[in-house]
């Protein structure tokens, strides 16, 4: 530093500090407003009538008992839909209330508002809907099965990728096979589905309400209100957690119906048993997979078959097998591939998006095969993996070269280097033992593993969709100095959204105040999904833009005030003006009127696949490794995790208290979906929908963290940062799953993984060949409301892959 800047107090607060959170204090004092505490004066409360059934046809719906019920203002079925009565995410096939047939436990039916919430439970208890129970579908190979009942017009097979690289055929000196299941893991936010619907003097209706895309809840929306889209005005109310669960529609379509039918405000706000059957969930997945290597431990062919279950409607499910399917051979350089994916329908809730994407679960199987591959190769794992890492340049399964920043390597051997905790002490604390407070376990009957694992991710949209993000930066003239505020449609859903935003404002304008503006759609347009880890690269971006062009008009004004030339080097620190280091005047001088500019950022194009399921369809990527050590009581069944290392490759650490969060967040959700955490279903009926029987990890149940990061910026994206999000959620569950293999000497090739599999009361899954492929691609049966975010532009691929 120069003596010169020594004197200038710049702003804190900038891109690569940790700083605190702007939503944090309110949060923590609970002053914060989410979704659930929501008001408005005569507002009306709301319930739904579900299915019991998992497939069944309505008979009869009698509401006459409700309306009788003193306090109930509308009691309201599919006829009462204004408009469409379908609506979806990739493509409307979910009813707004079933018709004439139920497909899941838990369909919407009927809804009811009254003037208290245990009226509305009342009143939706009143309701008499008669069913004709119908066959089923609850297993996902039933659904591919010649015969089986066809649970949507176009069937039971919503979309099949196949991808064919180099030589499939290829033959190789050592192969291994293996068989793999990962069960169905719920997002379980602590914040419940919440909403409040407000009719408007205009004839529309302004829905404030939990979510992750405003502009693509608007979308949806509006057809079934039979409203245009303007009339339809979402702000975005406070969210309580989301991990994908909030990208599709839940009560929002329901609460603006009543709200219009009665003229009155209506709150919806579900329990904790009916999120369980509001939300998406993770798809199951089966996974059969074939990998052959030369005797020195090169990959020659890697052959998949993968399944996912998407439940009774569609949702995500055509991109998440589309994403699942590109990252089966893990991130590694394969020179030839067989893939072949495929999600179905079943009578099992409906799944969609979450953290990872059908990343996590082909994670386990691949580095599962890898650990074998290298127990029959006699290599040492990490060697193994070393010696087939992506490096840039690389040629993926896709076809696709790598042009991102892939620190491969190096993030395998900072991540074996990290050192494992020593060996217990001879009396440990029982609270670090397996079992816990239980103390069921003792020193002598536990067995150690170790086990490692490395994945990777695509952050932003892929397979050719126009994906986009808008935002406004006004710089005026605050009471107590320069203040920029920020408009945009971009969701804060506890990610740190709103700090990286402030941190990139506070840099190109080197102002301390940043503030926010309401989060809607009717000021500003579309920021996209806060999903698929692309807000920090598509928001920032944006954000990034419309700070350089405010800036850029400032010094402007800066230079005609002071009569400087076009050239002269102008800055702005901490709302004072500097001409080469030294300051000449206060920028409030400057503000009057207000400098504002908006911004619209892109990614570079990418395309869909072709018909060997070949292109460049991703935009970019971040890898991660994880090692977990942990500790197995084999007569008991039970694990605990000792200690999780964890390096990611980050591009650029913008916020690094942040970028650890992220990491050791998403690892708590990766040890859930290993050892604990399962909707278990039975007839499709979910069976432990609550927090008492859901187990999630607690803070006794999470392990030491040693995170580092790798920053090796990005091209072509602002300051080089990738989405940190998802990376380690996708490995941890694959680490684990090795350390208790390695402990246990057991293939466990299903997880969570159950004391029973440890003790052997459930023995693994055995290699059976996997279902014949259906002919069939999958394409849109009903037309995509799906658009563009350019305005003007052709309708947008309908299958958007890559959350």
Aim: with cysteine; net charge negative; aromatic share 6%.
């Amino acid at each position: 530093m120069s003596d010169m800047e020594t004197f200038v107090d710049r702003p804190r607060g900038g891109i690569g500090e940790s700083i605190s959170r702007p939503d944090g204090e309110p949060k923590v004092r609970g002053a914060f407003a989410y979704g659930s505490d929501l008001w408005a004066d005569g507002a009306l409360w709301a319930r739904t009538v579900r299915s019991p059934h998992a497939h069944a046809r309505i008979l009869s719906v009698d509401i006459g008992p409700a309306l009788a019920i003193p306090g109930v203002h509308a009691v309201l079925v599919s006829d009462d839909v204004p408009g469409e009565r379908l609506y979806g995410l990739e493509f409307p096939d979910q009813p707004v209330l079933a018709d004439d047939v139920v497909r899941y436990v838990g369909e919407p039916v009927v809804v009811v508002a009254g003037d208290h919430p245990e009226t509305a439970r009342r009143a939706a208890d009143a309701v008499r809907v008669t069913y004709e129970p119908l066959e089923a579908i609850t297993d996902m190979e039933q659904a591919t099965a010649p015969g089986a009942p066809e649970l949507h017009p176009w069937g039971n097979v919503l979309r099949h990728i196949h991808i064919e690289h180099g030589d499939p055929g290829a033959d190789a000196d050592v192969w291994v096979e293996g068989y793999y299941e990962t069960g169905m893991q719920d997002q379980a936010a602590l914040g419940p589905e919440a909403g409040l619907a407000v009719p408007a003097d205009d004839g529309g209706v302004d829905l404030y309400v939990t979510t992750q895309w405003l502009h693509a809840d608007r979308r949806q929306i509006a057809p079934c209100l039979g409203l245009p889209e303007e009339l339809v005005r979402v702000h975005l109310a406070g969210v309580g957690g989301a991990f994908g669960s909030r990208e599709d529609l839940h009560l929002h379509i329901h609460a603006c119906m009543l709200a219009r039918h009665t003229g009155r405000p209506v709150k919806m706000v579900y329990d904790r048993a009916e999120s369980f059957l509001g939300h998406v969930h993770r798809h199951p997945a089966r996974i059969w997979l074939r990998h052959g290597a030369a005797r020195d431990g090169r990959l020659v062919v890697v052959r998949a078959r993968l399944l996912i279950d998407g439940g009774a409607y569609a949702s995500s499910s055509t991109a998440v097998i589309a994403n699942a399917s590109t990252f089966a051979a893990g991130p590694y350089a394969v020179p030839n591939a067989a893939i072949d994916g495929t999600a179905v329908s079943t009578n099992n809730p409906p799944c969609g998006a979450m953290r990872g994407f059908g990343a996590p679960q082909v994670c386990f199987g691949h580095e599962a095969q890898m650990d074998r591959l290298a127990d029959a190769l006699g290599i040492d794992p990490i060697e193994l993996r070393l010696r087939n890492v992506l490096r840039p340049g690389s040629v993926m399964p896709t076809g696709q070269v790598l042009r991102s920043s892939a620190p491969v390597e190096e993030l395998v051997r900072r991540c074996a280097a990290i050192p494992e905790p020593p060996p217990r002490s001879a009396a440990p604390d029982v609270l670090e033992l397996p079992g816990g407070a239980g103390n069921v376990a003792g020193p002598d009957t536990l067995r150690r593993g170790v086990g490692f694992a490395i994945g990777y991710k695509n952050f932003a949209y892929s397979e050719g969709f126009d994906d986009s993000a808008e935002a406004r930066v006004t710089l005026s003239a605050g009471p107590e100095g320069p203040l920029a505020e920020i408009r945009t449609a971009a969701v804060e859903v506890g990610q740190g959204l709103l700090t990286v935003l402030t941190q990139i404002a506070r840099t190109e304008l080197g102002v301390g105040e940043v503030r926010f503006a309401p989060h809607d759609t009717t000021r500003i347009g579309s920021a996209g999904s806060s999903s698929a880890s692309r807000q920090t690269m598509m928001a920032g971006g944006a954000v990034h833009a419309a700070c350089v062009a405010v800036r850029g008009e400032l010094l402007a004004r800066a230079r005609a005030a002071l009569g400087l030339p076009a050239g002269a080097d102008v800055e702005v620190v901490d709302g004072r003006i500097l001409l080469e280091g030294v300051p000449l005047g206060d920028i409030a001088t400057l503000l009057e009127p207000p400098v504002s500019a908006t911004e619209v950022y892109r990614h570079r194009q990418v395309e869909g696949f072709d018909e060997l399921g070949q292109g460049d369809v991703h935009v970019a990527f971040a890898f991660a490794a994880e090692r977990a050590v942990v500790e197995v009581d084999e007569e008991l069944g039970l694990v605990r995790v000792l200690q999780i290392a964890a390096v990611q490759d980050v591009g650029h650490a913008l916020n690094p208290a942040g970028v650890t969060g992220q990491i050791e967040g998403g690892t708590a959700q990766g040890v859930g979906f290993a050892l604990m955490e399962e909707l278990v279903l039975e007839g499709g009926a979910i069976r432990n929908g609550s927090f008492t029987d859901y187990l999630i990890p607690t803070i006794l149940d999470m392990p030491a963290m040693v995170s580092e990061v790798i920053e090796d910026p990005e091209p072509g994206v602002a300051y080089g940062a990738k989405g940190v999000g998802e990376p380690s959620t996708i490995v941890a569950p694959a680490a684990v799953a090795a350390a208790v293999r390695a402990a246990t000497g057991r293939r466990l090739n299903r997880i969570p993984i159950r004391p029973d599999d440890i003790v052997g009361l459930r023995e693994p899954l055995p290699w059976r060949e996997p279902p014949e492929v259906p002919d069939v691609v999958f394409q849109t049966p009903l037309p995509a409301i799906w658009l563009a975010e350019r305005p003007g532009a052709e309708p947008a691929q309908p299958h958007r892959l890559g959350e």
